[in-house]
């Protein structure tokens, strides 16, 4: 597969999977929350480009109203949501500690290594193009869940748990040249009733343990106090 | 002709790398609401500390003397390398891309002797902060250009400028990742603010400022000089390899004058950029500066990674 034969649709393709694979890893590394949700901004920006360059190029006019979509969830309103709730609980001065972050780094690299790998069969029945945009949007679901286990913020938690999403989505859009209608609207109510009833379990947790840290949940309440 | 072309391309590389910081500070003062000086401020400058005396500490040694003179020379010699205008360059087929990178780490050496030289504490801190900054900018930097040289399989820089130029608009996710990894390592390099201030001489941040303290006149012209020269040659780097669109292929008037025209946009283009990045971002603290570099690092191996998995053959 060379990228000089390519069309212009599939150059594209292939640049965005490399800067969505990118903001996965940007995340991974991040300590800040307030960087975090922004950077989670970014790649719903990039998620809402290759949308609209789906629908641009199959000539696929729902797919726009999906674009949109993404645009005004996982752009504007999700991230505009998590940020006030970090500048309420007032933690987005706070540098969370990673621990071991390089282990941390170098088992996204290896999870991406690893997506490649299981992936790789498929370019039997398909063309190389679909095997990397799929190998980028499986690691992007499996760097979200190591972002999870990692970070020890609920805000993190959340954000990783979106990004999953953000991976399915991609690999979606890129493998069936945009699904119906009924599914992408289905999706898209999900993550924002995802997103409201997470904003309910911050106030939960916030009530509880005056904190979003879950390391404190593993603490007994009676023995600690 | 050829080679006269060479020499003329040059002397427009020294010629214009003044209007180029000139232009920078222009920008910078106007979004800051400040009144701003003319865009020739920088020659007089250069002018008026050419015909000054210079003041040398009796400590200085031979190399403190002749330093200004090899930086300078250093950094022209690797403005030879970068095609500017026009791509067919004979200078640059004798010389590739690692001897440009060779002549830099030449004069940033000398620059770092003469620091040391003097002995005061200011120079020796400052060259000793500059040689950290520059072996980690170096391979990151070296990275970010074997990417293009990869993609056009030579590291004639002429040669893979009209390569990009000829195959027309390809969208390149390694291009994509060695742009920013060459954004931030000129940026680094040429000292601009999220890693050294030009503009500071508060003992605690400067860098580039600390080395060069001790020079006056004409030693001290040379050394400016140079330094914008470099900003230039960086700024020319990532205009011509990454957009080529406008140089020239031929040595006719017409396409010469339409290149020169395309570059001084692109150039200008840029200085806003920098111009708007060093108004919203603050400098970062010494420490963090190896954070910011190896992050440069990394995007470079993403961008030499992703044209081995994403657009080679197999």
Redesign the interface.
């Known amino acids: ?4 034969q390519q069309d ?1 649709y599939t ?2 393709i ?2 965005l ?3 969505v694979g ?1 903001t996965s890893f940007l995340m991974l590394g991040q300590g800040r929350l307030l960087r975090l949700i922004f950077v989670f901004a970014a790649q719903g920006l990039l998620l809402t480009l290759t949308t609209a360059v789906a629908a641009y190029s199959l000539n696929n006019h729902h797919l726009y109203i999906s674009a949109v979509l993404t645009l005004t969830l996982k752009v504007i309103f999700i991230p505009w949501m998590l940020r006030r709730e970090v500048i309420q609980m007032n933690t987005h001065r706070d540098i969370e500690a990673l621990h071991n972050q390089t282990a941390v780094m170098l088992g996204g690299a290896t999870l991406m290594v690893f997506s ?1 790998y299981v992936l790789h069969p498929i370019v039997q029945t398909t063309s ?1 193009v679909m095997l ?1 945009a799929l190998a980028v949007s499986l690691s992007v679901v499996l760097l979200g869940m190591l972002l999870m286990i990692s970070h020890r913020q609920a805000v993190a938690h959340v954000v990783g748990f979106m990004s999953i999403e953000n991976g399915l989505f991609f690999a979606a859009i890129v493998a069936t040249n945009g699904m119906p209608m009924v599914v992408e609207l289905g999706v898209a109510f999900d993550v924002l009733v995802a997103a409201v009833l997470f904003g309910i379990f911050f106030f939960h947790i916030r009530t509880s343990i005056d904190s979003l840290d879950v390391d404190l949940l593993n603490r007994l309440h009676e023995v600690d106090k | 002709m050829n080679w006269l072309m060479a020499a003329f391309q040059t002397l427009l590389f020294a010629a214009l790398a003044p209007l180029l910081a000139g232009w920078l500070k222009w920008c910078k003062c106007r979004l800051q609401n400040r009144k701003a000086p003319s865009l020739l401020q920088p020659y007089r400058d250069l002018f008026k500390l050419t015909n000054k005396q210079p003041v040398v500490a009796e400590q200085a040694s031979w190399l403190f003397l002749i330093a200004p003179y090899i930086i300078f020379s250093a950094t022209v010699l690797a403005a030879t390398v970068v095609p500017l205008i026009a791509v067919d360059l004979p200078t640059s087929a004798s010389a590739d891309v690692i001897v440009m990178v060779g002549f830099f780490a030449f004069a940033r050496f000398f620059l770092a002797l003469a620091g040391l030289d003097i002995g005061t504490a200011f120079g020796g801190m400052g060259s000793s902060r500059e040689m950290t900054i520059s072996s980690l900018a170096e391979p990151a930097m070296l990275m970010a250009v074997f990417t293009l040289t990869m993609a056009a399989s030579t590291t004639n820089l002429s040669i893979a400028i009209s390569h990009v130029l000829n195959e027309g608009l390809v969208l390149r996710p390694s291009f994509v990742f060695a742009l920013f990894a060459l954004i931030l390592v000129a940026i680094a390099e040429t000292g601009r603010v999220p890693v050294d201030n030009p503009a500071t001489h508060l003992e605690l941040t400067m860098i580039h400022e600390a080395m060069i303290l001790e020079y006056s006149g004409r030693h001290l012209a040379l050394i400016e000089w140079a330094s914008q020269l470099k900003l230039m040659l960086y700024g020319v780097l990532i205009a011509n390899i990454f957009f080529p669109w406008g140089i020239a292929e031929t040595f006719g008037a017409q396409a010469l004058g339409f290149g020169l025209l395309a570059i001084m946009g692109k150039l200008a283009l840029l200085a806003i950029f920098l111009a708007i990045s060093e108004t919203l971002v603050a400098k970062m603290r010494l420490f963090r500066v190896q954070e910011y570099l190896s992050f440069a690092y990394l995007l470079g191996l993403l961008g030499m990674l992703s044209h081995i998995i994403l657009e080679a053959s197999r």
């Open positions: 597969m060379n990228i000089i212009f150059q594209a292939l640049s999977a490399a800067l990118l490649y190389a990397n």
